[in-house]
Each structure stands twice: as structure tokens, then as C-alpha cells.
């Protein structure tokens, strides 16, 4: 069974203070691996597909990279604006169903 | 601009009461979904569909009912047979191709949070 477990639950850092997230998966051919980010009573908003291990994707102030068993999901710098909900999918190589998981909480205080 | 409109933002259902939950995209995707977010869970998909006049069940379909007769719009219905249907809906919607189209992310609406009165 596809399965992705992300860690830690929640996470508080200081602006400035650069930290990772996980997200570590089991599935059956991966077709893509996917980061979102979801503000509080709204929708998770696209940020990065990763398709392949050793890749690596940039946008502002985060950095995703996946190998064969998890994805990270770096952030440099952050700041308030940062704090959100993070959730990391993944697409198994049969189908178009996404698996989800629980996401990652994070609070970047000033 | 594009985008996935959902409504209601807040719906309350009651007891033995059906309710259907309203999503509409103009980003011209052929494929749609339907998520179900609880507390500390990822999201789990109810049902989706690929082409207009099929749908197929998800991996909680039990108790929700689907249809999509035009390509922009997927209505979701809760049934009075979904025993726990307090929780935030999501609908969602992507391209849907074959081998490297597969990967197109799955934009979001900005969910109804349903509960029970």
C-alpha cells in the first residue's frame, strides 16, 4: 500500500532560523512527488513536482529534493509569511490518485 | 483569472438530511476531484472523475454520491448515510493525459467546512 509520513508534525523556528522538512514515502513506481502549501480555511496551494531521485526544485526561500525513499523540503531564511500548513503528495505509476500526507505545521515567529 | 470556485464556505447538515456541495473550474481540465481533510489526517480522496459522465469511486466513497454532466462542474452529495461527515471538503482539478502529462498537479478550491447541527 502507497504510504507518505511526514515529520516532524510541527515545527517552530525563528525568522531567519533555516530548518528541513520530511516527508518519507513507500510506493509502488513513483510517477512524481508533490509539495503544497495550505493556509489556514484554504485550499493547499502547488509548489514543486519532483519526479525523479537527485532532483532538486527552488521557489524564494524553499528548496525541494527527493531521493529513492523521501523528499525534503528546505527552508532558508524564513519569515513570518512562512508559517502554513505543509503537504507533501505522491503519484504512484498506475493511476492519477494522489497520496497525501498528514502535513508538517509550521510557525516562523519574528 | 482561473481557478476552482467552491460554495458554500460553511454548510450545516441535519440529521437524515442530504446536502450537496457546489465545485466549478474554468481552467478547462478534463479531470476532478473530491478530498475529505480531518484534523491531523492527510486528505482522502471520496471520489474523481476523468472525462464528463464518469466518475469512479475513491477510497471513502461510502455514504457521498458524485455526478459530472458538464466538464466544469463536479457537485458533491452527502448523504444521511455518511454517519461522520463533519470535516473540510476540497475539490480539486488537473490536466489528465498519459506518461509524462500524468504528472500535472491537482489545483485546489478553497474547501466548504461542513458540520453537523
Known amino acids: 500500500e502507497d504510504q507518505v509520513t511526514q515529520s516532524p508534525e510541527a515545527l517552530r523556528l525563528q525568522e531567519g532560523e533555516s530548518s528541513s522538512l520530511n516527508c518519507s514515502y513507500t510506493v509502488s513506481g513513483l510517477r512524481g512527488l508533490f509539495w503544497y502549501r495550505q493556509d489556514p480555511g484554504k485550499g493547499p496551494e502547488f509548489l514543486f513536482t519532483?519526479?525523479?531521485a537527485g532532483e532538486e526544485k527552488e521557489k524564494e526561500r524553499l528548496k525541494a529534493t527527493l531521493t529513492k525513499k523521501e523528499s525534503f523540503l528546505h527552508i532558508t531564511a524564513p519569515k513570518p509569511e512562512d508559517s502554513a500548513t505543509y503537504l507533501c503528495?505522491?503519484?504512484?505509476?498506475?493511476?492519477?490518485?494522489?497520496?497525501f500526507g498528514a502535513g508538517t505545521i509550521l510557525r516562523v515567529k519574528s | 483569472d482561473g481557478g476552482i470556485t467552491q460554495s458554500p464556505k460553511y454548510l450545516f447538515r441535519k440529521e437524515g438530511q442530504n446536502v450537496t456541495l457546489s465545485c466549478e473550474q474554468n481552467l478547462n481540465h478534463d479531470a476532478m476531484y473530491w478530498y475529505r481533510q480531518d484534523p491531523g489526517q492527510g486528505l482522502r480522496l471520496i471520489y474523481y472523475s476523468q472525462i464528463v459522465n464518469d466518475f469512479q469511486k475513491g477510497d471513502i466513497a461510502e455514504g457521498y454520491s458524485v455526478s459530472r454532466e458538464k466538464k466544469e462542474s463536479f457537485p458533491l452529495t452527502v448523504t444521511s448515510a455518511q454517519k461522520n461527515p463533519t470535516a473540510f471538503y476540497l475539490c480539486a482539478s488537473s490536466s489528465w493525459g498519459t506518461g509524462r502529462s500524468f504528472n500535472q498537479p491537482q489545483h485546489f478550491g478553497d474547501g466548504t467546512r461542513l458540520s453537523i447541527l
Open positions: 519532483l519526479y525523479s
Open positions: 503528495a505522491v503519484q504512484a505509476r498506475y493511476g492519477n490518485k494522489l497520496v
